[in-house]
């Protein structure tokens, strides 16, 4: 009897008893230069594809996540404002107008694929 319980209670102590094994993990921006360049890939990519005159920046972070894949895969959900930058200007750094008005604050949901051996960034899902 043991032979089969053994196995199967190792199993259950390896995946963990508060997680899953590959699963998302909540990860600090300020502290994580991974997050940090896919949230920066992700505005840019999130920029060049919109309609708008003007650049959006990050407002607040609301949530980022890590998922151990092949390579990392982050999700972030962030609140974004218009920037009084136009897209066509000089690389300047432009903060978010104080403004709600001018602002015209939305949330954006980046999900980001990153494998840094092989200089390889997606953004594989946005959702605003």
Aim: with cysteine; glycine share 6%; aromatic share 8%.
């Amino acid at each position: 009897m043991w032979k089969v319980v053994f196995p199967v209670l190792a199993a259950v102590f390896a995946v963990g008893l508060g997680g899953m094994a590959g699963g998302f993990r909540d990860v600090d921006l300020n502290a994580d230069e991974g997050a940090q360049n896919a949230l920066n890939f992700a505005v840019v990519q999130h920029n060049k594809a919109t309609n708008d005159m003007y650049l959006s920046q990050v407002a607040e972070v609301v949530k980022a996540q890590a998922q151990v894949v092949a390579g990392m895969k982050y999700v972030i959900t962030v609140k974004m404002g218009k920037t009084p930058c136009r897209k066509d200007s000089a690389a300047e750094v432009c903060a978010v107008h104080q403004d709600p008005a001018k602002a015209r604050p939305y949330q954006c949901t980046f999900t980001v694929w990153s494998r840094p051996w092989l200089n390889d960034i997606r953004l594989i899902d946005q959702t605003c």
